[in-house]
């Protein structure tokens, strides 16, 4: 089956500073991947949407100058968490489908994101 | 706004039991119906998926959907402790929106 691989599975960073999520599709072009928050005990949340090849498409109420998406390929998405502040401390989790018919998405193992 | 459903629970079930998970979708246009699994501190993982109305058997889960009543279920016999965990609906609506979850149901079987 479709495989989605997320890299760093934990990171800890310190307040100010800045974090790169990676996330990629192992056996298919993803030509859109989805990145989701989720904080303890609470539903997933869609972040933004990665296009490869434009820009990203955010959710409502999710600042795109701190949450820096690249989709330089079609096999790879990056979440950068610029400037990070305790309150970005979450599970944000990627995610892709492989681009056929009403495929189900497929999720990243995940990154559990601890800022000091 | 296109909304999908869940009881919250949590719901729970003696081990050997059959636990129901319910979901309703406001979308009448919406075409595919996914159920995730998701324990606690991990990601999401895709359990079944159905397109057509009635049941789709895989194992121990049957997935019911019922476009007309807009509803779709999830059926887990012989329920293990194991199965304790959080069970997200998600729907694809019409035009092949981008996915939309629930807020999940947590299931606790007892052993």
């Known amino acids: 089956g479709a495989v989605v691989s997320q890299h760093p599975s934990w990171v800890i960073c310190k307040s100010g500073t800045s974090v790169k999520i990676e996330c990629r599709s192992l056996?298919?072009?993803?030509?859109?991947m989805f990145w989701y928050r989720q904080f303890p005990k609470q539903s997933l949340m869609l972040m933004a949407t990665?296009?490869?090849?434009?820009?990203?498409?955010?959710e409502q109420g999710v600042e795109k100058d701190k949450f820096l998406i690249n989709h330089a390929s079609l096999t790879l998405s990056t979440l950068t968490v610029t400037s990070a502040h305790p309150e970005d401390s979450s599970f944000y989790i990627c995610?892709?489908?492989?681009?056929?018919?009403?495929?189900?998405?497929?999720f990243g193992n995940g990154t559990r994101l601890t800022v000091t | 706004q296109k909304e999908v459903e869940q009881n919250s629970g949590p719901l729970s079930v003696p081990e050997g039991a059959i636990a129901s998970l319910n979901c309703t979708y406001s979308?009448?246009?919406?075409?595919?119906f996914f159920w995730y699994r998701q324990y606690s501190g991990k990601s999401p993982e895709l359990i079944m998926f159905?397109?057509?109305?009635g049941d789709k058997e895989d194992g121990r889960f049957t997935a019911q959907l019922n476009k007309a009543s807009q509803y779709v279920s999830l059926l887990i016999r012989d329920s293990q402790p194991s199965d304790s965990a959080t069970y997200l609906c998600?729907?694809?609506?019409?035009?092949?929106?981008?996915?939309?979850f629930g807020k999940g149901t947590r299931l606790s079987v007892i052993a």
């Open positions: 995610s892709a489908r492989v681009p056929r018919g009403y495929s189900p998405l497929h």
């Open positions: 056996d298919f072009q993803a030509t859109t």
């Open positions: 990665s296009n490869e090849g434009s820009k990203a498409t955010y």
């Open positions: 979308d009448r246009g919406s075409q595919s």
């Open positions: 159905i397109y057509s109305n």
């Open positions: 998600a729907v694809i609506g019409s035009g092949n929106t981008p996915l939309v």
